[in-house]
């Protein structure tokens, strides 16, 4: 293997090393075959495993996640692909209401474990269908599990994690991340969910963010190292389940809070975050929390006009300076 | 069909008749809270279709599934037992009676969000298809979902990959409250689109148990030769409203008069009748039944609610609920 992956090879390489040693592990999805999918995340699938495990399927999303699950319900390990994370909305049923419901309504007896991959986030100019953060959606209905990697190591060790778990996972790729490029991990790496990672040490403000949001918080963190602001950045990975032991003993040692969302700030996972700190952390805190977040908009086209709408490093710099000073 | 095997089926759709009507009277009595559907009327499509199963075929119904859980081997106390919220619910009291589930006999489900669960039956054949197993699935569904994205999503996509899989419509001439024949384009709700999907669509009479049976069966064998999917359109009448809250009354009672006189039990009998069985062997088959219902009553009303705990149980494969480390 070379000596850096991309983010988007690592998507397909993840997959693959679970298709590998797993036979029940296949694909279906809109263009993952021979195209090798849309943001070229499933390049080389077909052809290593062949068009039984990996399936081209019509645009039919409701039928994608569907037939995935019942696929799941029958001892297969289904990986299915909704290109855009917009579009989890044509299928929302599925995941706001059967998949995740099925263990518990049938008192535990039946189990479904599936992978939901889809391109999520902003920052490409895809326009408001295309562009938008979708994992709040997700993150509000109980029995999904959420990845949401950073980097090329941790997409093939989240992905390892997800596909073996026996509980559905909603599996975020950011789309401004997949040209990103990183370390290949060791063979049999795996991340599991509800780790989060402190991917840069600080004393004086813990950031709290999540993939396309943790390069902006680790630049803002060296723009602040210059000013003798000394953050640490923790990067979630995974929403559910949600690292709080993490944040909170971050929290212990800087005792500010901010944490740095894509999507927007009604709703977002930032306020369950600070929820929980307000909740059980409260004395750990020595100045009010701040939630940098998207605006409370659609995702406009213009380059121009995004970066009104996504938090961008000024924005979290100016936040941060403001809490160091409080 | 030979008497022995009618004869069986007439005491499993008595037992199911006989389930529906406890399952009404102890709602009415205040036993069962929530809401039922009841499939009084509709017997003969789960029991005839079940007799044309394997024993390992997937079943995936709606919200109106008590004749498919029991038809597939779920018992009346345990069906009884769920809707009375006892701990020994055929789901421990978490799914109710519109979610009943007897995953051990591959009876995966009943879903009350309507069509939902065909793409679900779909993967189920597909997943078959992968493993190898001459598994087939089947999906039974009212006249209303045929209207639902999924359910043409569901017959493309099986069509497309050819999978062995069934979809059979239980047509019982209202889509809820409305008539379907008001709100839909075709005048065969289910087999009408079939061509459109380049797959066989058969209309039965979904009283006729020997109908149904012989339709289901022969589409069955078609699928697992891999010859694909195929729609079984079969027309039937709820003996009740739609759930407990409706007394049906924009039904028109010769049409009502018209289908209660067309009885699948009725029409079993008869069939039995002619084939030379004895009246007393068949009220024999029908006292069991009652017995047998009597019994899970009594079984369930003296079953132990939940432990309020449960509620935090099963979210996850883990057993638990825990959302946060």
Not at chain 2, 25 to 45: C, N, P, Q, R, Y
């Amino acid at each position: 293997m070379a000596d850096v992956i991309t983010y988007r090879e690592a998507v397909a390489e993840g997959i693959a090393r679970e298709m590998r040693r797993d036979p029940a592990v296949v694909c279906l999805g809109e263009d993952i075959g021979e195209a090798g999918g849309v943001f070229k995340t499933t390049v080389g699938l077909l052809k290593e495993f062949g068009p039984e495990r990996v399936w081209d399927t019509p645009i039919s999303e409701q039928a994608i996640v569907g037939a995935a699950m019942g696929a799941a319900m029958t001892g297969m390990r289904p990986v299915a692909e909704i290109m855009f994370s917009d579009f989890l909305a044509c299928c929302w049923d599925y995941l706001a209401n059967e998949i995740p419901k099925v263990r518990y309504m049938t008192g535990g007896q039946v189990t479904v474990p599936l992978v939901v991959r889809t391109a999520n986030g902003g920052g490409l100019g895809f326009g408001a269908q295309h562009s938008q953060a979708t994992e709040n959606w997700a993150l509000t209905v109980p029995g999904l599990k959420i990845a949401a990697p950073t980097t090329p190591a941790d997409v093939i060790g989240m992905m390892a994690a997800a596909i073996r778990s026996d509980d559905p996972v909603v599996f975020f790729e950011h789309k401004g991340l997949l040209a990103s490029k990183g370390a290949p991990p060791p063979p049999d790496h795996v991340v599991e969910l509800g780790r989060a990672a402190v991917v840069r040490e600080g004393a004086d403000v813990t950031l709290v963010a999540l993939a396309s949001m943790v390069p902006v918080a680790l630049e803002a963190a060296a723009r602040l190292a210059e000013e003798g602001i000394d953050a640490e950045v923790v990067d979630l990975r995974s929403l559910i389940p949600l690292d709080t032991a993490a944040v909170l003993a971050s929290l212990a040692k800087t005792s500010r809070l901010v944490t740095v969302e894509e999507n927007p700030y009604q709703g977002g996972w930032g306020a369950t975050v600070v929820s929980v700190v307000a909740d059980e952390g409260f004395d750990l805190l020595d100045a009010p929390v701040r939630r940098i977040a998207g605006e409370c908009v659609p995702l406009p086209f213009a380059d121009v006009l995004e970066e009104q709408v996504i938090p961008t490093t000024q924005k979290v710099v100016a936040a941060v300076r403001g809490l160091a000073a409080y | 069909m030979d008497a022995t095997e009618l004869l069986t089926l007439y005491e499993r759709m008595a037992l199911v008749r006989r389930t529906e009507k406890a399952a009404h009277d102890l709602f009415m009595s205040g036993l069962v809270k929530g809401t039922t559907h009841l499939a009084a009327g509709h017997e003969a499509i789960a029991v005839g279709a079940s007799a044309a199963l394997r024993d390992d075929d997937y079943v995936f119904a709606t919200y109106r599934g008590h004749h498919h859980a029991l038809a597939r081997g779920a018992t009346p106390e345990e069906c009884l037992a769920e809707l009375m919220s006892r701990a020994t619910g055929l789901c421990r009291a978490k799914g109710g009676s519109m979610h009943l589930t007897k995953a051990s006999r591959n009876m995966l489900g009943s879903y009350a969000i309507v069509g939902a669960h065909l793409p679900m039956a779909v993967g189920a054949a597909w997943s078959a298809r992968l493993r190898g197993t001459g598994q087939l699935a089947v999906a039974f569904f009212g006249d209303g979902a045929t209207n639902i994205g999924a359910f043409h999503e569901a017959l493309n996509l099986a069509a497309v990959w050819k999978l062995p899989v069934l979809f059979v419509c239980e047509n019982n001439l209202y889509m809820e409250y409305t008539p379907i024949a008001d709100v839909t384009a075709v005048a065969r709700p289910a087999a009408d689109r079939a061509p459109a999907y380049g797959i066989p669509g058969e209309v039965v009479d979904g009283n006729d148990v020997v109908a149904v049976r012989e339709t289901v069966g022969a589409l069955a064998e078609r699928a697992r030769a891999g010859g694909g999917p195929a729609i079984v359109e079969a027309e039937t009448y709820r003996h009740f409203g739609h759930s407990r809250a409706d007394p049906a009354a924009y039904r028109p009672a010769e049409e009502v008069e018209r289908w209660l006189k067309h009885d699948p039990l009725d029409l079993a009998r008869g069939r039995l009748a002619e084939l030379g069985v004895e009246e007393e062997t068949v009220t024999a088959a029908d006292e069991r039944a009652r017995d047998a219902v009597q019994k899970a009553v009594e079984a369930a009303k003296n079953a132990p609610p939940p432990d309020p705990r449960e509620a935090l149980t099963d979210v996850w494969a883990d057993g638990g609920a825990a959302w946060r480390t």
